[in-house]
């Protein structure tokens, strides 16, 4: 067994305190069947197994599935693997069918692989969601069988994945405009099980179609909370929102990158952090809610009483509750608003204009930054 392969059959990484196995995506196992079903049509025979060098230097021997053959085409398929950071896509088949041209090379996207509609993805509209690693490890490996077998007229290619648009309800596709199916992607071939690497990129290029269709001030929410109280603000519909789930760091990092303006829109429970200064929202960074709570409420005039049943809460609600002395819960929000507004400015070097909304599931609306109503009405009058 040569050097890759024991590379691809033991290629695991650390993620905190866990080994965890890698696998490979579906513009690996796109470039995999194609190639396999190149060999095929010019030699009347499928492979057992295929190789392929992914991207990042890594070979893989991957299992040959669905073979079949007609007159100049061929077909077969390559399974996703999703190693131990399994997504909507793992156990999924991707097929590609290929069939002898005149000359060239032509990739398109069949049956359950998305086509691009809006603007700021790797592909233009019109496109199939093939990326262009994708694409151009399957050009790489039929310009190396056309070699190896003498072989010197064309390929037309038609990738598919028969529960692609089953999956793609799953995944963030019809938000970034893509319909009808999954995405081929991969840039290093290799799925590394880094989940919040790949969640990162999702809200970046999420940011990227907003920017693109020229929306100067982006309406941002962690999640679904954030989605719900954002649809009772007048103006904002539902595909106006961009989620960052914890990474409100990094959004805003995109957001100067960009050019864009930013409003967070957030249940009070993420939201606090960041009037601490934290960027990371995750509980497993760091949860410093009560302490940020009960320090605002101790200067917002909370006796030593209330603070301490502040820090003995679990939920900020519960600690909400413990607020609503005449003016004290309004005059701790309106301190915490002034810290996430504080600290959003510190992260983007005040290069963009930045508000924030805090709301609660129990009390409504708790606070709003001084920009916040502006950008708001900004961005619902275009």
Sequence with gaps: MDRGTEEADGNYIQVGTRRMRCGHTTGTC????????AIAV??????????????????????VESPSMGDGKASCAVRKDGGDDQDATHGTLVFSEVTLTDSGIAIDGGKGVGRVTRKGLDQPPGNAAINKVPRSMMRESLEDIALSFG????????????????????????????????????????????????????????????????EKVLIVVPGNYGKEFSDSIPGI???????????????LDH???LGTDVVLISNIGKIVKVAGGIM???????????EVIAA???LSGADIETVKKVLGCISTD??????????????????????IQFYMNHRTGRKIRTGAVMFSSVYGLLGKTELADQLIEEATSR
């Design 30 to 37: 796109a470039a995999a069947a194609t190639k396999a079903s």
């Design 42 to 63: 010019l030699s009347g025979e499928f492979p057992e197994t295929v190789e392929i060098l992914t991207p990042k230097g890594i070979l893989l021997h991957l299992p």
């Design 151 to 214: 072989y010197k007229g064309g390929f037309s290619v038609i990738v598919s994945v028969p529960e692609g648009e089953e999956i793609a309800s799953k995944t963030f596709n019809p938000r970034l405009g893509i319909v009808d199916g999954i995405s081929i992607l991969g840039t290093s071939g290799i799925v590394e099980p880094m989940s919040e690497r790949a969640l990162i990129a999702s809200i970046h290029k999420e940011m990227d179609v907003h920017a693109a269709a020229g």
């Design 237 to 251: 519909d539902d595909g106006m929102c961009v989620k960052c789930s914890n990474f409100v760091g990094e959004m």
């Design 255 to 257: 957001a100067v990158a």
């Design 280 to 290: 990371n929202t995750h509980s497993r960074n760091a949860d410093c809610r009560m």
């Design 296 to 298: 605002n409420a101790a």
């Design 318 to 339: 519960d600690a909400l509750s413990f607020l609503t002395e005449p003016g004290l819960m309004e005059r701790t929000c309106a301190l915490l608003m002034e810290k």
